[in-house]
């Protein structure tokens, strides 16, 4: 077993990320809550927009997590939160 992190740069990384975060979405929360708000979580935050948007303009970063060459999982670290001093 290989594992390897890459940073999300291209709108086809991006994609990947919305694919796999939607897969994830809906394999684990689905004993939670319904179809129906899980489709909402993914569209308002896990989209190719939203993470596009997150990625371009709120300052957020993502990685794919590769497993033997393919992407198997994704992370987002939180973004630093600037000091109010």
Known sequence: MR???SHVNTAE???EVARLA???WRE???SI???EQIDY???KYQ???AITDQIQH???EYYLLHNDGSASDIFRPDKKRESSS
């Open 28 to 30: 684990y929360y689905v």
């Open 13 to 15: 990384e991006t994609a």
């Open 3 to 5: 594992l390897m992190f």
């Open 58 to 60: 709120q300052g957020y």
């Open 41 to 43: 979580m993914i569209d």
């Open 47 to 49: 989209s190719v927009p």
């Open 22 to 24: 939607a897969e994830i």
């Open 33 to 35: 809550i319904t179809i």
